[in-house]
């Protein structure tokens, strides 16, 4: 069975950091795009970070621009998120995902972690 499982979230004070890993079972992702993904209560799910699979090109959005890094990792731990800075409004659901077809959409996705960033 093809997984994707993340870790790392939980409760932290606005200003500090948290490191998401995102762990793969069943098939390796090594040679394709991944990507990180937000939900927030009561809001749709949205784009946060990619990288291709050579990790030579990052893409952010505007909102964690400057603050969060997207990386590559090995087969059994292909993506990390290195949140820093973190805002209340950081606040969500956070799932790894990825892109096995180019330009395709993400097609694996997984069960998300609570991040919560108190004031």
């Known amino acids: 069975q093809v997984q994707l499982v993340e870790s790392g979230g939980g409760l932290v004070q606005a200003g500090g950091s948290l490191r998401l890993s995102c762990a793969a079972s069943?098939?390796?992702?090594?040679?394709?795009?991944m990507g990180w993904f937000r939900q927030a209560p009561g809001k749709e799910r949205v784009f946060v970070a990619a990288?291709?699979?050579?990790?030579?090109?990052?893409t952010y959005a505007d909102s964690v621009k400057g603050r969060f890094a997207i990386s590559r990792g090995n087969a059994k731990n292909p993506v990390y998120l290195q949140m820093n800075s973190l805002k209340p409004e950081d606040t969500a659901v956070y799932y790894c995902?990825?892109?096995?077809?180019?330009?395709?959409?993400?097609?694996?996705w997984g069960q998300g972690t609570q991040v919560t960033v108190s004031s």
């Open positions: 995902a990825a892109q096995t077809g180019s330009g395709a959409p993400y097609d694996y």
């Open positions: 069943g098939r390796t992702f090594s040679k394709y795009a």
């Open positions: 990288i291709t699979w050579s990790g030579g090109s990052r």
